[in-house]
């Protein structure tokens, strides 16, 4: 996680399911700004990213 927190061009790839899954808690829910500790641009990357992969059938809406 801290990649994405010192390096400010990184960014969040909807593909890269492993590290998406980082930022979801165990109900399927985005992790909020407070947890994740990452910039505002950077958490809005991020759940774009995220929605794009559930779209796509790579991470699922909900967990059980």
């Known amino acids: 996680m801290k990649k994405f927190k010192t390096d400010p ?3 969040f790839d909807y593909r890269d399911v492993k590290t998406l ?10 992790e909020p ?3 994740t500790g990452l910039s505002a641009r950077q958490q809005r990357q991020l759940a774009v990213a995220i929605k794009r992969a559930r779209h796509l059938a790579l991470l699922p809406f909900v967990t059980k």
Do not use: V
């Open 21 to 30: 899954q980082r930022y979801i808690d165990s109900y399927g829910r985005i």
């Open 33 to 35: 700004i407070s947890k």
């Open 9 to 11: 061009n990184q960014y």
